[in-house]
């Protein structure tokens, strides 16, 4: 296998995406306090009980525990393969069996093709990120070469 630097073997983390999620998630606990606290209660001769403005800011909990798993979408390469946690599952792709690195046709995020035929997203590259994704893209595709012994088309 090809020496393959440290920088190289940094890990894959969303810019754009991260930033908006962690603000995002913020925003929606602030808010959903907020407004629980706002809403009439029966004191004041309105509706809402202290079970409906905690399920109020239970939603606003909710939306942040959401954001808070996008805001942990990662890859990070290993010794065995590239170690990838999206939104919902986290796997480990084995080196000998990534075809191909895609990054092109308006696809939001990387796209591995799998010896087997399978797809799988990488969500730690975004177009989101503008020139940056691009070259992590590219040196997601060059790590693939390195790690199979492929001389490099970048």
């Known amino acids: ?17 991260r930033a908006m999620a962690i603000i995002s998630g913020v925003i929606a606990t602030v808010l959903a306090g907020v407004i629980a606290l706002l809403l009439p209660g029966p004191e004041v001769g309105g509706k809402w009980g202290p079970m409906d403005k905690l399920m109020v800011w239970s939603l606003g909990l909710a939306i942040a525990a959401l954001m ?10 290993q ?15 084995p080196w000998s069996e990534i075809e191909d690195v895609r990054f092109g046709g ?14 799988v997203s990488v969500m ?19 790590l693939v070469d390195a790690h199979q ?4 088309s970048a």
């Open 1 to 17: 296998m090809p020496a393959v630097t440290p920088a190289a073997e940094a890990p894959f983390v969303p810019r754009r995406g």
């Open 124 to 142: 730690a590259i975004q177009r989101a990120d503008g020139p940056v994704g691009v070259a992590e893209a590219a040196r997601l595709a060059a």
């Open 79 to 93: 010794e065995d393969g590239l170690r990838v946690r999206n939104l919902i599952l986290t796997q480990t792709l």
């Open 68 to 77: 808070v798993r996008y805001a942990l979408i990662k890859a990070w390469p």
């Open 106 to 119: 308006g696809e939001p995020w990387v796209m591995i093709e799998m010896a087997e035929g399978e797809s």
């Open 149 to 152: 012994g492929r001389t490099s």
